[in-house]
Structure formats: C-alpha cells, structure tokens
C-alpha cells in the first residue's frame, strides 16, 4: 500500500467516531446548560381550567438564542406535574398562544408557535402510572 493511502483510510475510518463523539459533547454541554439547579424557571403565567384544576407556565432561557417553557398541571390535593415542556429558538415564543381545557376530566393543552406545527399533550389517565 502505498505510503499516503494508510493515513487517508485511518482519517476516513476515524470520521465518524469523531463526528459521534462531537454530537455528544455539544448534547451534554446543552443539557448541562439547562440544569434546574443553575437555571431555575421563572413563572410567566397562570391558567384556571376548572375549579381546583389550574396550568402554570414557566419559562428560562439558559442559553443564548434558546428558550425553554414547561407548563405544569396544578390540581388541588396533588403534587405540580409537569405534562409539557418545548425547548426553541427564542424567536419562537414572540407570537406564540396556548391553550389548557378538559378533555373528558383531563387537562389538554395545545401549543401554536409560528412556523411550528401546533402542538398537544395530554394529561395522562390515572390508571397511566403516574402516581
């Protein structure tokens, strides 16, 4: 083999290995960047769906360019549960609009950003394993 041959197939066998291992380091810098700890979420809004049942949404930008909204369920008697959380670019959340109303006893909330398809999530059944 000739000598230029070997370096060039150990560069191209080494490629995506590198490509992987750069992919993860940027995830785990991300996820380290949005850590409840150093970046708590800021309450921007509360909802009323029904009596005892309310949707609070919260909001933190932990990175620039990048924001994160959670919108947690409030039901009287019971521990906050998060049931959706979006993270976007900033530009994003300018226009943006959310619904939360019961949908046969559960919550229902939709999420429209522009030049974002609409998005829903849906409070899980009791009998989910939630609890």
């Not at 409840?36 to 921007?44: G, K, L, M, Q, V």
């Not at 994003?92 to 974002?116: F, K, M, S």
Request: hydrophobic share 40%; net charge negative; with cysteine.
């Amino acid at each position: 083999m000739k000598r230029w041959k070997k370096p060039l197939l150990v560069v191209l066998a080494l490629a995506p290995a590198v490509v992987l291992l750069g992919s993860m380091a940027l995830m785990v810098r991300s996820e380290m960047a949005f850590d409840e700890a150093t970046c708590p979420y800021e309450e921007r809004e509360l909802r009323r769906v029904t009596d005892g049942v309310e949707v609070r949404e919260d909001a933190r930008v932990c990175e620039e360019g990048v924001e994160e909204h959670r919108w947690v369920l409030l039901r009287r008697g019971q521990e906050p549960r998060p049931i959706a959380l979006r993270r976007l670019e900033q530009s994003l959340y300018e226009d943006y609009r959310w619904t939360a109303e019961l949908d046969d006893g559960l919550v229902r909330i939709e999420i429209h950003n522009p030049g974002q398809d609409m998005r829903v999530f849906n409070e899980p059944p009791p009998d989910a394993g939630w609890e």
